[in-house]
């Protein structure tokens, strides 16, 4: 494209708690620059999923290249990249702060330093970012930029004295911003004369193009019409198409060190793209392959299934192209016996399940069934060896088990001192062991360690509930451990729900069953004949609802006459509903799947 010197270019991402004004600020920045016009432009431009704009939230990084005709006269090149503030998409964060060498940290200047806030500035220090705070909302009545500079250097250690004071809503000191980005930041560092060596840093797939990559060049030049080889497979690709996001696609003729852009190489197979991949030369490769990024570990397993079983084929192709694009999310074949053939599907939290879920529904038109969402538990047997559950309706005879470990987290919740009392009890009631305990002017930050098991279902949304929306929460992976777990099955009419069938703490088993018994009772439609839900620890029954029949009123064709024509009725619909009783299937809408999973225990 351009031959334009390192020193001009600036790549950077904007890292923040959710609804701080990652995207607002990204929107000022595009506008600023001039990259579109005021007719093109809208509100959180770069989320473009019809989700994200429901939401309101960030779901997949963005990038976008902006030209900025800077005070000291030179015009510069910014790579922006907009990411997710939520703590389920954290691998969408470390993936862009891969591509960068600086970051702008976002701090709502009325609400402070949060958990997410933390969690995303400590990812770019360890990428070893430089970092400019940015208070944005300073427009508001309750900010207080004094206060929170304060905060940001006592809770993050980085310093705030030159914090940029902006308002990204009204556009208020948008300049500051850019200018801070040319004079802070670094530029890249990078050859191009050696060997090609550029990162994949995303990819997706488009119903023209087929698959585009995003990929940022670490070393070299990459042209179109050069052979391409990915170094993890071997694979190797001719580049049809070289292009930067301006925020539109830009078609330009090669991309250079330090550049940020895309690539269309007619790749058809999705298995071809894989994330944190080194992208080379094929005549003239490189040495070695960049470092790239860990892989993400699922914490969160649940099934999913097509309701009609003809889509099966239509589903595992979708998954294929939604992994493309999300790297963090995995899946594998399996059967079941109530719901046929479907997939187990790997995620981040149980936000990006519903994600994954509403996303598969509306781009690619699927009726889908999803299990009951479970954690990864480590069973050692008997005979020594070590086996993976996902799934709790293949969990082996009980006698055969020596121990089962579940995983813990550490999770960080910042919370205003007057609902502290509210959230220790919560996590003590979920087996939570407190860690640490500190103060941040009136807030609080506790560190407790808690069983995964215990969080995956509604915990964040209790905490919320319970703060006001006040308290932020952020997690990480903490280990192994063994624990007294049993599993419980949900028996409809003596007939066993694997779908419904969970994991639960020995000590928390009875109250479970009776809760998920109870909630059933209410959600599946009375029938002819009596229905019996049980919840059962192997063949003992902890609990037990009855769904009464539901009575057909067989006299109603009798007008007077004797009474024995009634009786005669009403006894041989007495027998009809013993038989329905012994033969009777019970159809179990998809909406009391859910409804019984989202319980409030």
């Known amino acids: 494209m351009t031959d ?57 990084a963005q ?67 430089e970092i400019v705070p940015v208070l944005n909302k300073i427009d508001l009545p309750a900010a207080e930029p004094e206060r929170v500079k304060a905060q940001i250097e006592e809770v993050i250690g980085i310093d705030a004295e030159n914090a940029v004071e902006i308002s990204a809503k009204t556009g208020i000191n948008i300049e500051g911003v850019l200018e801070a980005v040319v004079t802070r930041l670094p530029p890249p560092t990078g050859d191009a004369d050696l060997p090609l060596k ?49 925020p539109r696609m830009v078609p330009v003729d090669d991309l250079g060190p330090g550049e940020m852009g895309y690539i269309n190489a007619a790749i058809k197979t999705v298995a071809d793209c894989n994330v944190g991949d080194t992208i080379t030369d094929d005549r003239k490769p490189a040495a070695a392959p960049l470092a790239g990024f860990k892989p993400s570990i699922p914490v969160v397993w649940c099934g999913l299934f097509p309701v009609n079983s003809d889509d099966f084929d239509k589903l595992r192709d979708s998954l294929g192209k ?9 899946y594998e074949a399996e059967t079941s016996a109530a719901l046929g053939f479907g997939f187990r599907c790997g995620f981040l939290g149980l936000l990006h399940l ?6 598969l529904s509306r781009e690619f038109d699927l009726d889908l069934i999803a299990t009951a969402p479970s954690v990864v538990y480590h069973l050692k047997m008997n005979d020594g060896t070590e086996e993976d559950l996902h799934n709790p309706a293949d969990m082996p005879d009980p006698l055969k088990i020596e121990y089962i470990e579940e995983p813990w987290i550490k999770a960080t919740i910042m919370v205003p001192d007057e609902y502290l009392g509210a959230v220790l009890t919560l996590c003590t009631e979920r087996r939570g062991v407190q860690v640490d305990l500190t103060y941040v002017g009136n807030r609080a930050m506790a560190i407790y360690r808690l069983p995964l098991n215990e969080v995956v279902f509604d915990f964040y949304d209790r905490l919320k509930s319970l703060t006001r929306g006040y308290a932020s929460f952020d997690y990480q992976m903490d280990g192994y451990e063994e624990s007294d777990l049993v599993r419980i099955s949900i028996l409809v009419n003596q007939e066993p729900v ?22 059933l009772k209410d959600l599946i439609p009375r029938q002819l004949f009596k229905i019996a839900i049980q919840a059962a620890i192997g063949a003992r029954v902890i609990a037990r609802e009855t769904i009464g029949a539901l009575s057909k009123d067989v006299t109603a064709k009798c007008y007077g006459g004797d009474i024995s024509r009634k009786r005669k009725l009403l006894e041989k619909q007495k027998e009809g509903k013993k038989r329905m009783r012994q033969f009777g299937k019970v159809e179990i809408p998809q909406s009391a799947f859910l409804a019984a999973l989202k319980m409030d225990r």
């Open 322 to 330: 939604l992994r493309l694009n999300d790297a963090s999310f995995h």
């Open 498 to 519: 694997d779908a419904l069938s969970f994991i639960a703490h020995r000590a928390a088993a009875e109250s479970r069953g009776r809760a998920i018994c109870a909630r």
């Open 63 to 129: 990038t976008v290249r902006l030209t900025y005709p800077a005070k000291d006269g030179k015009t510069y090149i910014l790579n922006l990249m907009d990411t997710p503030g939520h703590v389920d998409f954290a691998y969408e964060v470390s993936r862009s702060l891969a591509a960068c060498e600086g970051s702008l940290l976002v701090v709502d200047a009325s609400q402070g330093v949060e958990a997410q806030t933390l969690a995303n500035v400590y990812q770019a220090i360890d990428a070893n970012h």
């Open 4 to 60: 334009t010197p390192l020193s001009l270019i600036r790549n950077f991402s904007i890292i923040a708690h959710i609804d701080h004004g990652k995207s607002t600020l990204a929107d000022r920045m595009i506008q600023a620059c001039g990259a579109l016009t005021a007719r093109e432009m809208t509100n959180q431009v770069l989320d473009s999923m019809e989700l994200e704009r429901e939401r309101g939230i960030t779901i997949k």
């Open 198 to 246: 550029a990162m994949l840093v995303d990819s997706w797939y488009d119903a023209y193009l087929g698959v585009i990559i995003l990929v940022r060049i670490k070393e070299g030049r990459l042209k179109r019409g050069m052979r391409i080889r990915m170094m993890s497979s071997g694979v190797t690709h001719l580049v049809d198409q070289v292009g930067v996001f301006a």
């Open 354 to 359: 519903e994600i994954i879920q509403e996303r």
